[in-house]
């Protein structure tokens, strides 16, 4: 069936260099999907969106892309820091116009090496 | 600007037992939805609150069931527990007419025993 998932499970980086986390998506009518950032025993952190008429979308050192001809996501971080160290998780809206219904990956686990 | 509460944080129940889980959403959203986490896994979409009605379902049983108030607070209600039910209960709340970010609050950690 269709599903959100990541490629890699875990991910280490060394300090103060760039992450790169992927998905890949299988509903090419998704229009919407948003990034995750889970720490140990917490809620889902909002990182950052993108709709499905944009390409890339930039926040404060992380850079979404959207590449809808291969339904793939990315995740870029820039200059990973420890603090970055958490799951990360795609999430694609599944909804319609009568209300949303995000389907999750399972996720990706970053690792920061000092 | 308060976000998205949840209580209680944590739970034990046994099997065949009723559970309620609170949430209030963060302040200007008038969307709830719930997920259920299991250990190691992503969130699962349980349903979505608005205007009082389930607008969204996912694929739970009926034991699952949930209601939204007139001030946009919501409860989860889980019927006849089972063990499987085990796991972290995210409230995630939204304003879909105005952008649709999904805003989650840090979970109810239910062990059924």
Known sequence: ??????????LSVQEGDNSIINCAYSNSASDYFIWY?????????FIIDIRS???KRQ??????????TVKHLSLQIAATQPGDSAVYFCAENRGDNYGQNFVFGPGTRLSVLP | DAGVTQSP???????GQQVTLRCSPKSGHDTVSWYQQA???GPQFIFQYYEEEERQRGNFPDRFSGHQFPNYSSELNVNALLLG????YLCASSFPHRGGELFF???SRLTVL
Do not use: C, F, W, Y
């Not at chain 1, 950032?37 to 952190?45: A, D, F, L, T, Y």
């Not at chain 1, 404060?60 to 892309?65: A, C, G, H, K, S």
């Not at chain 2, 039910?85 to 972290?88: E, K, T, Y």
């Open chain 1, 1 to 10: 069936g269709e599903s959100v998932g990541l490629h890699l499970p875990t």
């Open chain 2, 39 to 41: 250990l190691g896994q």
């Open chain 1, 53 to 55: 008429n944009m390409d």
């Open chain 2, 85 to 88: 039910d085990s796991a972290l």
């Open chain 2, 9 to 15: 944080t944590h739970l034990i129940k046994t099997r």
């Open chain 1, 37 to 45: 950032k889970q720490e140990s025993g917490k809620g889902p952190q």
């Open chain 1, 59 to 68: 926040g404060q050192r992380v850079t979404v892309l959207l590449n809808k």
């Open chain 2, 105 to 107: 609050g840090e979970g």
